[in-house]
């Protein structure tokens, strides 16, 4: 069995427009041969929306379950969401890296030192650029780490909580 990379998505899910793009992200993780965790794809078994308790817990086993746990950090400032998530990683010695794609920065960088500081930062916000070219080079980030050893993958198997492509309870 291929060794498969666990990516956890660390991203804020609380639009239609954040909802698909998190979604492409995954597809285009999956299509790359890696095993993506979306929070947003957490669901009870009749495909409702669990307890916030339930919803925690899975997604702190997504990340514990996780080679790399990838961070989208646009906005003003990050999701706290995303910044807890990415925060968690960290402190449990998962590798992160960040995409930002919007233009604005924080005082010192592209974003808050703390992520700057503790990721592995990508950005791709280039003016007119599309968000399929920053998936690209969000992917070719990935494969990057992947070639210089940084990232070590575990054989295939799905994630221990709900939200990965093969855990559909």
């Keep these: 069995m291929t060794p498969k990379l666990r990516i956890y998505l660390a991203a804020s899910l609380f639009s239609p427009f954040e909802r ?53 950090v646009d906005g003003a400032d990050v999701d706290s969401g995303t910044a807890w998530e990415l925060g968690y990683a960290y402190a449990h010695r998962k590798p992160t890296l960040l995409l930002r794609t919007d233009y604005r920065s924080a005082e010192h960088g592209p974003v808050n030192i703390m992520l700057e500081f503790s990721s592995h930062l990508v950005v791709a916000n ?44």
């Design 20 to 72: 698909q793009r998190n979604a492409d992200i995954a597809q285009r993780l999956l299509g790359q041969g890696f095993m993506p965790f979306l929070p947003q794809d957490i669901s009870t078994h009749t495909g409702e929306r669990p307890a916030a308790d339930v919803i925690f817990s899975q997604c702190v086993a997504g990340i514990d379950d996780a080679d790399l746990v990838i961070g989208l």
């Design 126 to 169: 280039t003016p007119r650029s599309s968000a399929v070219a920053a998936i690209d080079t969000l992917l070719e980030a990935v494969t990057q780490l992947v070639a210089d050893g940084a990232l070590r993958s575990r054989p295939a198997q799905p994630f221990s909580s709900a939200g990965g492509p093969d855990d559909k309870p």
